[in-house]
């Protein structure tokens, strides 16, 4: 079955230690995305990479580091200057401007991460 | 800017009644617009979306017409089921350049038997 998917579900980390979130996804996708999803707030764009090699900040990339070395995976390393990196992560992925359906979006189950 | 607003919740409702959850937008340009629902502990699903002005998204028996006059993506069901208890999100992306969704707040619904 093609998806996407995050791993871990549950990450534990203490205070100022990087932590990486995996995501990959096998639907052949070009795009890809990481939301943040903070309690009763909708999800805001932290950095998304529309071809492989590339990727752009977001909204609130400040704190955070992403690679696309290939085109199934879109890491997303939380460092220690992410004041407060307590939240649900999703990854996203979709096609890219130009082919069919391009504008929907398809995510993966998320990974909630609590630092202590 | 691009900006979606969104009913506030937490919404409850009894099984079988009629739901409405407000969306507004605010864009340049011709967006795309959608309706995302999240069950507990889990990332969202596409429910249904619309491409273009006065387009019928429907999925689940779930309705939203895009309203290009009012900008306005509200979501309805005739009769709602205890598992349609979730949180739904309406959302907005733009036509050209990047493809990143802009979301509104999301609005929790409860149905109750």
């Known amino acids: 079955d093609g998806g996407i998917t995050q791993s871990p579900k549950y990450l534990f980390r203490k205070e100022g230690q990087n932590v990486t979130l995996s995501c990959e996804q096998n639907l052949n996708h070009d795009a890809m995305y990481w939301y943040r999803q903070d309690p009763g707030q909708g999800l805001r764009l932290i950095y998304y990479?529309?071809?492989?090699?590339?990727?752009q900040k977001g909204d609130i990339a400040e704190g955070y580091s992403v690679s696309r070395e290939k085109k199934e995976s879109f890491p997303l390393t939380v460092t220690s200057a992410q004041k407060n990196p307590t939240a649900f992560y999703l990854c996203?992925?979709?096609?890219?401007?130009?082919?069919?359906?391009?504008?929907?979006?398809?995510f993966g189950p998320g990974t909630r991460l609590t630092v202590l | 800017g691009n900006s979606v607003t969104q009913m506030e919740g937490p919404v409850t409702l009894s099984e079988e009644a009629f739901l409405t959850i407000n969306c507004t937008y605010t864009a340049t340009g011709y967006p795309s617009l959608f309706w995302y629902v999240q069950y507990p502990g889990e990332g969202l699903q596409l429910l249904l979306k619309a491409t273009k002005a006065d387009d019928k998204g429907s999925n689940k028996g779930f309705e939203a017409t895009y309203r290009k006059e009012t900008t306005s993506f509200h979501l309805e069901k005739g009769s709602v089921q205890v598992s349609d208890s979730a949180v739904y999100f309406c959302a907005l992306s733009r036509q050209t350049g990047a493809n990143n969704l802009f979301f509104g707040t999301g609005t929790r619904l409860t149905v109750i038997p």
């Open positions: 996203a992925s979709s096609h890219q401007p130009g082919q069919s359906s391009y504008n929907e979006q398809f």
């Open positions: 990479s529309q071809i492989v090699n590339d990727f």
